[in-house]
């Protein structure tokens, strides 16, 4: 059974940067695209960033130039590199994985459990 595990999250100040990580683990032979999405209070859940498995790239709008995503593949990895950070960027971040196949068959969307970042003074 694949799961994705994150890791990265915490306080940090604004300006700050933070680095996310999450990792997909079991018998997996491949992963069509690998993400990131956050919530923050009260809001949906939007986009962030995604990452096709040929490194084509998509981030939404607010994040652009401040945050970098990206793939290490032979380890099913997926990092979000967040630089000057701003407190509107608050929230619990969620790794997904799309498209995946393994021994266990094929899933189409898979979530992780989620790291809080907190952007404050």
């Known amino acids: 059974q694949v799961q994705l595990v994150e890791s990265g999250g915490g306080l940090v100040q604004p300006g700050g940067s933070l680095r996310l990580s999450c990792v997909a683990s079991g018998s997996i032979f491949s992963i069509n695209v690998m993400g990131w999405y956050r919530q923050a209070p009260g809001k949906q859940r939007e986009l962030v960033a995604v990452i096709t498995r040929g490194g084509d790239t998509n981030y939404t709008d607010s994040v652009k130039g401040r945050f970098t995503i990206s793939r290490d593949s032979a380890r099913n990895t997926v990092y979000l590199q967040m630089n000057s950070l701003k407190p509107e960027d608050t929230g619990v971040y969620y790794c997904?994985?799309?498209?995946?196949?393994?021994?266990?068959?094929?899933?189409?969307?898979?979530w992780g459990q989620g790291t809080q970042v907190t952007v404050s003074s």
């Open positions: 997904t994985a799309e498209k995946i196949l393994s021994s266990s068959g094929y899933s189409p969307r898979l």
